[in-house]
């Protein structure tokens, strides 16, 4: 494998240049191996060792998990490291970074301090909490055993947006009617009407693409998971996350403090045009937005931004077990920005912001404003609006990741597609998970 970096910035893009014939084998034999592997996995049921929250009526306990070790984890480990080609740093496998002690997204590898501080916002959590304790009292005592964990839980760090990946907690598709409405009702409360609509959209063309890849094993409406980390508390630190095929949202509480990051959302196909789901479409004002802000943008200031005009691949860095990531600003900076350009990048940044509830979305971006200055937005690709590009907004406490991906399924492709898009949203140096919100809650009131 040869790689080639396309930038001077080393953490943005790599290009590679196998043979086309090496590829086709591998794909080939790494499709055999996987599908051994997952339907093993399937089967199975794989507990990590840290010790597990669970609910006998409204009391919550502590067991241990089981360890296990099944083969097919092994065969997913061999297939790992013969996929398809990939960067440098790619996500094949997620157990060596979830061994890693999370530090966080940075820029030069130091956490910058103080940027976070526990707070009261003004804004109720209170119909979050009510939500969350609603769903859990309806969950059987299994249930509950295998959707509540610590707090601090490395459960937090263990999603992933790819399809195959065996999550944990209580699944859509083992719910009963009324577990899956109150599991709705705990969306409802966190997000915003766009937030919660997206959510259900990109589970809707989950099933789309079931249906155009005639796996039902796989992919599918239902086959999301929710977790409840610590004990719902109007006081003590809690928090909730749905994981399954391009969404993910990690959602912390403390008082009436929310971080809603990493939040992960995607699909493809981006537009049902037949099936069950039938006009089903997401992800086009995230795709417009960025697409106007470099349109605004002169010839001089494109250059500053513009990474490099072609985009041969995926360049997403900070999806699944991407958490410590040291990332360089790259691009243009918001100071160099115009009004007008700025209030555009704003509008970019309001986009993803605005997935949870509008009162806490205000919260966030008044923190946005406070560093749009040390704001850079970075783009790889071309400029109309039938190209695919990447485009990046980074600051020290927002970070987005916009993404047109090679397909996967129902085909395979070499090319990015509009059809295939994943988004990330995440909260540099430190506070992904609200770890440092954590922490600073620790060091009060457990010294």
């Not at 960067?87 to 496998?93: A, E, I, L, M, T």
């Not at 609509?197 to 239902?222: P, V």
Request: net charge neutral; aromatic share 10%.
């Amino acid at each position: 494998m040869l790689w080639r970096l396309a930038t001077t910035d080393r953490h943005f893009v790599a290009e590679s240049y196998p043979s086309i014939l090496f590829i086709n084998l591998r794909v080939s034999f790494v499709k055999i191996l996987h599908g051994v592997a997952v339907r093993g996995l399937n089967s199975l049921i794989a507990f990590t060792d840290s010790p597990r929250l669970h609910r006998h009526g409204k009391k919550t306990h502590v067991s241990q998990s089981p360890k296990s070790l099944p083969t097919c984890v092994l065969l997913i480990t061999l297939c790992s490291g013969i996929s398809t080609a990939q960067p440098p740093g790619g996500r094949d496998g997620g157990e060596a970074s979830l061994k890693e002690p999370f530090k966080g997204i940075t820029s030069g590898g130091n956490v910058e301090p103080g940027l976070f501080r526990i707070e009261s916002t003004g804004v109720t959590t209170e119909p979050v909490l009510a939500a969350a304790n609603a769903f859990l009292n309806k969950l059987s005592e299994d249930q509950a055993l295998k959707t509540m964990f610590p707090v601090d839980d490395i459960e937090w760090r263990s999603w992933d947006n790819r399809h195959f990946y065996k999550r944990r907690g209580v699944g859509f598709d083992e719910m009963n009617a009324e577990q899956r409405e109150l599991a709705f009702g705990l969306l409802k409360a966190s997000l915003s009407a766009k937030g919660l609509q997206q959510s259900k959209d990109i589970m809707k063309l989950n099933g789309t693409l079931a249906e155009l890849a005639n796996n039902f094993d796989e992919y599918g409406e239902w086959l999301y998971w929710i977790t409840i980390m610590g004990d719902p508390s109007s006081t003590k630190p809690w928090g909730w996350q749905i994981d399954g095929h391009h969404l993910i949202i990690n959602y912390f509480v403390l008082g009436d403090q929310v971080v809603m990051s990493p939040l992960f959302v995607g699909s493809e196909p981006v537009h049902a045009t037949s099936g069950k789901f039938k006009g089903t479409i997401v992800l086009q004002d995230e795709q417009a937005r960025g697409l106007a802000l470099i349109q605004a943008l002169n010839a001089e200031q494109q250059k500053a931004a513009i990474l490099t005009s072609r985009k041969t691949g995926n360049n997403a860095l900070t999806q699944a077990y991407k958490d410590n990531v040291d990332l360089d600003y790259a691009g243009i900076p918001a100071s160099d920005l115009d009004e007008k350009q700025q209030a555009l990048l704003l509008h970019v940044i309001e986009g993803f912001v605005g997935n949870i509830a509008d009162g806490h979305a205000k919260v966030k971006m008044d923190e946005v404003k406070q560093y749009l200055d040390r704001t850079y937005f970075a783009w790889i690709g071309g400029t109309t609006d039938k190209d695919v590009y990447y485009y990046r907004v980074h600051s020290p406490v927002v970070l987005i990741e916009f993404d047109h991906e090679r397909r996967v399924a129902p085909f395979r492709s070499q090319e990015p597609t509009r059809d295939h898009i994943h988004a990330v949203l995440r909260t540099p140096n430190g506070n992904d998970y609200g770890k440092d919100l954590l922490r600073q809650h620790y060091e009060k009131h457990h010294k």
